[in-house]
């Protein structure tokens, strides 16, 4: 039996990305990983194959976190799946780049509403089920701390994520439930080349970072896999930056 045989993951917007590495990295330590997509049934489905294929347990639920009403019927839907032992608050929303005099509130809303108002519904609703050394890891962004003109939504929702993280590591430190934030640096996925669709700009941001490179999903999974397991029981409430560097 592999290291988590028998204790069930969460990932949210596991089909592509950053997500699909965690699932695949999650699936692999024996985690039965449920993950949820919203628009992306083929890659959903054909992720679950691959999966499926080498032995894994996987499956995919569709789940709308854009709007309050959405995600919290996912929420109540996916606490049906559980009790899971570890969440992963991954599902991020592809927003217009924007100033602020310009941008459309409803923009500004669903960025909120899926970076930081449906991790707070999926802990309401999944927290209480889960027992000593569970983990919940919530996927922020070093635009936290590095902030870009543009996408005011991304960042206030993923900086109020962060403040949740920290609230909600005081509150179930003592059941023993870990949890923490990561903010990903620029990392190579298909979300980074729409917004950076110029290779050369690619390449000046692999440049600033010390290491050298873009970020690659697994970077980013392997991290995931250390805060959902044993070795970082004495980590939490932290956001810990995953960036090469920068």
């Known amino acids: 039996m592999t290291q988590h045989s028998q204790q069930k993951a969460l990932v949210t917007g596991g089909s592509r990305g950053i997500g699909r590495a965690i699932v695949e990295r999650l699936t692999s330590s024996g985690f039965d990983t449920v993950f949820t997509w919203n628009s992306n049934q083929d890659a959903a489905e054909k992720l679950v194959e691959q999966l499926q294929q080498r032995g894994h347990q996987v499956r995919a639920v569709q789940a709308d976190l854009s709007t309050i009403e959405s995600a919290e019927q996912a929420a109540q839907q996916l606490h049906s799946e559980g009790p899971f032992q570890i969440l992963v608050n991954n599902a991020t929303t592809e927003t217009p780049i924007s100033p602020v005099v310009d941008m459309p ?142």
């Open 105 to 246: 509130i409803d923009a500004w809303t669903e960025a909120l509403t899926v970076s930081a108002t449906a991790p707070f519904l999926l802990i309401k609703y999944l927290a209480p089920d889960m027992v000593e050394g569970g983990a919940i890891i919530n996927i922020s962004s070093l635009n936290t701390v590095m902030p870009q003109a543009g996408i005011a939504g991304y960042c206030a929702g993923k900086s109020a994520l962060e403040s949740l993280t920290q609230v909600v590591a005081k509150e179930l430190a003592p059941k023993g439930i870990t949890v923490n934030a990561i903010r990903p640096g620029a990392t190579d996925t298909d979300g980074q080349r729409v917004v950076n669709s110029d290779p050369e700009v690619r390449n000046q941001i692999a440049q600033m970072t010390p290491m050298g490179r873009l970020g690659r999903p697994s970077d980013i999974a392997d991290v995931v896999s250390f805060l959902a397991g044993p070795d970082s029981r004495w980590v939490t409430g932290q956001s810990l930056t995953v960036s090469g560097g920068l």
